[in-house]
């Protein structure tokens, strides 16, 4: 580990205006990747820390049909929110899968969305091969074992997984994410917000150095649509998932009028299965429908000897969640 | 108004660590799990895997349950910090810890601090609502000797569900 030096940032601006201006500052919010890929597994080495916990970025507001909440809120206060458990239920859903109590007390919701991949091969800095790390080195996961690994979006260059629960359902209800950088604020719907390895997998946002996401905007879900979030995994509770999905369904009179549906564990980027939507918009919810959808969620996958069980894992994901947020199946 | 920096790589902080006030004057680096066994000498908060997998190093944080191995010492000052230490109440165990010996909610011991400090944060979370709810709750603690039956059978005690 490299020592670093430590700042307490003052207010929003002058944070930006510091880590714009130094290429080895990094933001430090919750730190539970941060401080883990640092401290102990030397993989990411800032030079100087710039502590934002202290800034006015904290809390949970409703305008409209929209749930406003600041980066620095944690998973805990968001997943106790009466208005996500009411409107947008799938996502108290997924922040609960996620990590554990001690974790979801400490880890922001901005920091979840910049959470660094659970891929062995990139925590671990014995291992060179890693193009996320260090570009054009190679990547061991495509000869090593690979388990935990991406079947969408990924490449040659890279099949590690985006590890969030929470970013799924997000991506299917189009959340927003609001941006302050140097050159002035903006935001970006999170579906545009990843981008794909192709041959850059250490690129893995749209962010600029010294941006700082200051608010994820969420639409909340028309009255009378169902939701549900479905983790698949090696253990019961606190581990990554194999395979997730998000569904949300509004069914009059048998008819799917809309669905969203994204997936988790499966893509390089938190996965919105658009093809899927299209063949469950306008169809009739049942079982034929859902086997539809789940063919086309995962077309075209990108598999080695250990991930290949994972594209029959994720349509079966696909078709339960669905069966039950449709109550098909309870 | 500005940043607050810290040019030399230690820095000075205040943690009130069960009820006291503690100043330091530590590395930037020094984690909250060092601080307190390193420095202050409150060697009950235990180091198992260091790396926010295990949850031997739970220690509540203005209340909250966290991992201490994942915070820096320099995040906490001026805030509150429990350890396993400071459950006890003029020489009488918390309820949390009376119910875990009544139970034989352990086998080595060592994750036992950090079991104790989930469960009583657990209890304040009001998620001991059925054994299925305390195991959820309480699985970002991990027992290698597998004592987890004993340990629900305290929690579940130590919210007054014992008879069921």
Redesign the interface.
């Known amino acids: 580990m490299r020592p670093f030096e430590y700042v307490r940032a003052g207010d929003a601006a002058a944070a930006v205006a510091l880590v714009s201006a130094d290429p080895q500052a990094q933001y430090l919010a919750g730190g539970t990747t941060q401080i883990d890929l640092m401290l102990k597994d030397g993989v990411i080495a800032p030079e100087r820390l710039v502590d934002i916990a202290g800034l006015p970025l904290r809390g949970v507001s409703r305008r409209g049909d929209t749930l406003c909440v600041g980066t620095l809120t944690t998973m805990a206060v968001l997943a106790a929110d009466p208005v996500v458990a009411g409107r947008i239920p799938f996502v108290r859903e997924a922040l609960l899968a996620g990590a554990s109590p001690q974790l979801r007390n400490m880890a922001t919701i901005g920091g979840n969305l910049l959470q660094r991949t659970r891929c062995r091969y990139f925590r671990d800095a014995d291992v060179t091969a890693c193009n996320k790390r260090t570009p054009g080195s190679g990547c061991a996961a495509m000869r090593g074992p690979a388990r935990m690994h991406a079947i969408l979006g990924a490449s040659a260059h890279c099949i590690a997984v985006h590890p969030s629960d929470l970013c799924v359902p997000l991506v299917a209800l189009d959340a927003v994410v609001d941006i302050e950088g140097a050159g002035g604020s903006r935001s970006v719907p999170l579906t545009q917000f990843y981008v794909l390895p192709g041959d850059r997998p250490d690129i893995e946002n749209v962010l600029e150095h010294g941006d700082l996401i200051t608010r994820v905007r969420i639409p909340l879900l028309p009255a009378g649509t169902r939701s549900g979030y479905l983790k698949v995994r090696d253990r019961a509770s606190y581990e990554f998932a194999l395979t997730s999905a998000a569904a949300a369904l509004l069914i009059e009179d048998g008819t799917i009028v809309q669905a969203r549906l994204a997936l988790g564990g499966v893509g390089t980027v938190p996965w919105r299965a658009r093809e899927a939507e299209e063949i469950l918009n306008g169809a009739p919810a049942n079982d034929q429908t859902f086997h539809a959808a789940a063919g086309a969620a995962i077309r075209d996958p990108f598999t080695v000897p250990g991930t290949a069980f994972k594209v029959e894992l994720a349509q079966r994901t696909i078709i339960r969640i669905l069966q039950t947020v449709s109550g098909a199946r309870s | 108004?500005?940043?607050?920096?810290?040019?030399d790589?230690d820095?000075d902080l205040t943690l009130r660590v069960n009820g006291c006030e503690r100043r330091l004057h530590l590395?930037?680096?020094r984690?909250l799990l060092d601080a307190l066994r390193e420095d202050l000498g409150l060697t009950g908060t235990k180091k198992g895997c260091?790396?926010?997998a295990c949850?031997a190093c739970?220690v509540l944080?203005d209340g909250?349950?966290?991992?201490s191995c994942?915070?820096?010492a320099?995040?906490c000052d001026g805030r509150d910090v429990t350890t396993i230490e400071g459950l006890a109440r003029d020489g009488q165990l918390h309820p949390v810890q009376e119910a875990f010996i009544r139970n034989d909610g352990f086998q080595c011991g060592y994750c036992t601090p950090g079991q104790i400090m989930?469960a009583v944060?657990?209890l304040e979370?009001g998620?001991a609502g059925s054994d299925e709810e305390i195991?959820?709750?309480m699985?970002?603690?991990l027992c290698r000797c597998g004592a987890y039956p004993n340990i629900v059978a305290a929690i579940r005690e130590a919210a007054g569900r014992e008879g069921e």
Do not use: W, Y
């Not at chain 2, 108004?1 to 040019?7: D, I, R, S």
């Open positions: 108004m500005g940043n607050t920096h810290f040019a790589p820095i590395d930037s680096c984690t260091d790396q926010g949850g739970t944080l909250k349950r966290v991992l994942l915070v820096l320099a995040q989930s944060a657990l979370e998620r195991r959820e709750f699985s970002g603690n």
